[in-house]
């Protein structure tokens, strides 16, 4: 098998008009930055687009609006590492229409390779600094000035702008998420975030549900982005297992006539050697011959045996003193497409790495975040002339696992990568449940280390049995599973909810299921109705995604009606979004009919997974999907809103988009959703 006869396990075609990169109105904005323009005057403002696509700009759009029109006085811009601060650079916006310039001082770039080591105390400074608006600095040096800020309302005309937000966290350890909750809390202040990727690599949410409401939202995703590009068409996804040793597999699947970054595996993984220094000395010794080392750029010139001279750059070998920051710098600083043909990285080269000629992304191991892999596509998914095509490959290890098992798993992350790329949420959240009479504190901890959400049971006037606790602690996926499977017309009353069939499920079919399930317990009828309360709240919770919005029968809580006066109540307290979890715990997938694996072939002793390509109407079909389930629109609705989605197409010369700012288009867009996905089922069911 060669390089160029690959098959690719996820390929998906673009229309690339060229809208990503043209100006969108007449003071230079594109497309997405338009949009989050149209939402400047918000307070809070939460900006979901993929990599270059301009969100840097956006943010001096809005950071100029806000100060010279919004009676805002200071902008402080913070970015999670120094490199990405040159994103945020001195700009000339004024030529292409927008009524004034970036500009920040060197003093106040505190990302700038001449910034004072006081960087803390300097921003300070900068809000005693009456001609001082606007500052650019790292995350730590935002949260450490902001530990020292003794008056908090020192900020209340300060907008402080959050770049890759997915750093921040809910959980009480995280110190940049302490700051986003005391700016909402303790000042005025506006906040911007933006991030490519709006759920992160660990256990915990991004928000606290009751600061992300106060947000409003910007989301623009990479169908959007790559359907507007102008050179790059396509982008394909592929796994490949191998047994042995990865550096043997590597080769095979090396093409060097691409563009390439090379995320190795990290010495504490699986797949790792144990010696980074070695594996990069394997790469290089299939890649060619090496001719010679710059020790001032970090790169090597390395003749291939058809005879081409490459330029490869190691961002891995920390050895000598200094090496990967001059070689980091040097790729920083690169103008031409022919000054690196391939990057050798570790734990560099991902979040904010920018090098537009990039078109292959090849990383060894298996990477437990999706946030990461997100951060790694997009590393590829860059416009840039004679780029027209662009891939991710994940080479990993064979598993010690039926290879049916792991084909599900690989259809389930295949289907949770597209649905991330289209900026949705995938991670379920894992439902926990506790009772007053187990004693909770008047704060509830996060249960098992922050993974899950926290139902409540308010039992204290009846406390629960030990039995029932049981169930509820062991049980629930087994309820859940049997009302899945009782009948056709219950499973699709779970997933096309009604109101009136919210409340048959959570008052008769539940509570008979409990029953026939345990009829050797002692369980009290008003113990079954509870439980089945708790069950339906936890399946509200994993089919909607989050506790407070939408469900089946609306709110948090399970339809009124059938119960007794007094009994128990459930409530969610928490909302939290679970880990990653491959086997099987994504949210919204198991009922997305898309089974995007075609054939498995032979690899190194093991096995590639290939499947049928999808292309941009088809990825357009699973956002309709995920769009049409989410927005909770009736036939009724439907029909009204008919003539107004055709007035919208012919006056726009395009279908209402589903994400848009304006809440009108929005709903349109959501109508169309609905009625695409009637169509679709009505002519035999969606691909």
């Known amino acids: 098998m060669t390089v ?18 043209a100006a969108a109105n007449n003071m230079g904005m594109r497309e997405m930055q338009a949009r989050a323009f149209e939402k400047r005057a918000a307070q809070y403002l939460l900006i979901k687009a993929p990599p270059a696509c301009g969100k840097s700009r956006a943010l001096m759009f809005l950071a100029l609006d806000k100060v010279l029109h919004q009676g805002i006085e200071k902008v402080i811009v913070a970015v999670p590492q120094m490199a990405i601060g040159s994103s945020f650079r001195n700009t000339d916006l004024m030529s292409s229409g927008f009524f004034a310039n970036w500009e920040i001082e060197d003093k106040y770039n505190l990302c700038g390779a001449d910034s004072v080591t006081s960087k803390s105390e300097t921003v300070l400074e900068f809000l005693n600094d009456p001609d001082a608006h606007y500052l650019v600095c790292a995350h730590p040096t935002l949260i450490y000035f902001y530990d020292k800020l003794a008056d908090k309302t020192a900020l209340n005309k300060t907008l402080v702008a959050v770049d890759e937000f997915h750093h921040v966290s809910a959980s009480e350890d995280n110190r940049l998420g302490g700051v986003i909750h005391s700016l909402i809390t303790d000042t005025t202040a506006h906040i911007v975030a933006m991030t490519g990727s709006y759920f992160r690599g ?45 550096t043997d597999a590597v080769g095979e699947i090396l093409d060097t ?12 993984s699986r797949e790792s050697t144990k010696d980074k220094y ?34 490869v750059a190691d961002l891995v070998s920390d050895n000598v003193m200094g090496q990967q920051s001059r070689t980091l710098d040097y790729l920083r600083k690169i103008t031409k497409k022919e000054d690196v043909d391939i990057i050798i990285a570790l734990g560099m080269a991902k979040e904010g790495f920018d090098w537009p000629w990039c078109e292959y992304a090849l990383t060894v191991g298996y ?32 598993p010690e696992a039926l290879q049916e098992d792991v084909e599900h798993a690989v259809n389930s992350l295949l289907k949770a990568i597209t649905l991330s790329l289209l900026m949705e949420q995938v991670l379920a959240p894992n439902v926990h449940f506790r009772t007053r009479s187990d004693g909770w504190q008047e704060k509830p901890p996060q249960p098992n280390g922050g993974d899950g959400v926290s139902i409540d049971i308010e039992d204290g006037e009846n406390p629960l049995s030990g039995e029932a606790k049981e169930i509820l602690r062991n049980n629930v996926p087994d309820i859940i599973e049997k009302l899945f499977t009782s009948s056709e017309e219950v499973k699709k009353a779970i997933l096309l909810p009604t109101e009136d069939m919210g409340k048959v499920i959570a008052n008769a079919e539940l509570p008979r299921i409990i029953a026939e399930m345990y009829p050797e317990t002692d369980l009290t009828p008003e113990e079954i109705e509870t439980i089945a309360k708790a069950v339906y709240t936890a399946l509200h919770i ?63 002793g093991a096995y590639e997974f290939v499947s049928r ?50 809440d009108y288009e929005r709903r349109l867009g959501e109508v169309l959703a609905y009625i695409r996905r009637k169509k679709a089922e009505a002519l035999g069911g969606q691909r």
Request: aromatic share 8%; proline share 5%.
């Open 4 to 21: 160029t006869a690959r098959e690719t396990l996820l390929h998906v075609n673009y229309r690339h008009s060229g809208k990503s990169v």
């Open 202 to 246: 660990d256990q915990v949410p991004v928000l606290d549900p009751k600061d992300e409401a106060k947000f409003e939202k910007v989301t623009y995703t990479y169908y959007e982005q790559l359907n507007g590009y102008k050179y790059l068409k396509d982008l394909s996804i592929d796994y490949a297992f191998y047994d042995g040793v990865w």
């Open 257 to 268: 006539h691409k563009k390439t970054i090379i995320h190795i595996p990290s010495v504490n």
């Open 278 to 311: 070695n594996e990069v000395g394997a790469i290089l010794d299939i890649i060619g011959r090496t001719e010679s080392f710059n020790p001032e750029t970090g790169i090597y010139s390395i003749k291939t045996a058809d005879g081409r001279s490459l330029r």
């Open 367 to 398: 990477r437990n975040s999706l946030t990461e892999v997100v951060q790694i596509i997009g590393r590829a998914t860059r416009d840039a002339p004679g780029k027209t095509h662009a891939q991710f490959t994940n080479l990993i290890t064979k």
């Open 542 to 604: 994993n089919i909607n995604g989050q506790g407070g919005h939408g469900g089946m029968g609306g709110g948090n809580n399970p339809p009124e009606g059938g119960g007794k006066q007094g009994n128990p109540e459930v409530e969610v307290t928490q909302d939290n979004s679970a880990l990653l979890n491959v086997d099987g715990k994504f949210l919204n997938l198991e009922d997305l009919d898309l089974n995007l694996i075609l054939q498995v072939n032979p690899f190194k």
């Open 613 to 662: 390509n999808i292309d941009a109407p088809t990825l357009k079909a699973i956002q309709d999907t995920v769009v049409a389930r989410r927005s909770k629109v009736s036939q009724e609705e439907a029909m009204l809103m008919w003539p107004h989605i055709k007035d919208f197409k012919r006056q726009y010369g395009r279908d209402p988009n589903p994400l848009a700012s304006n």
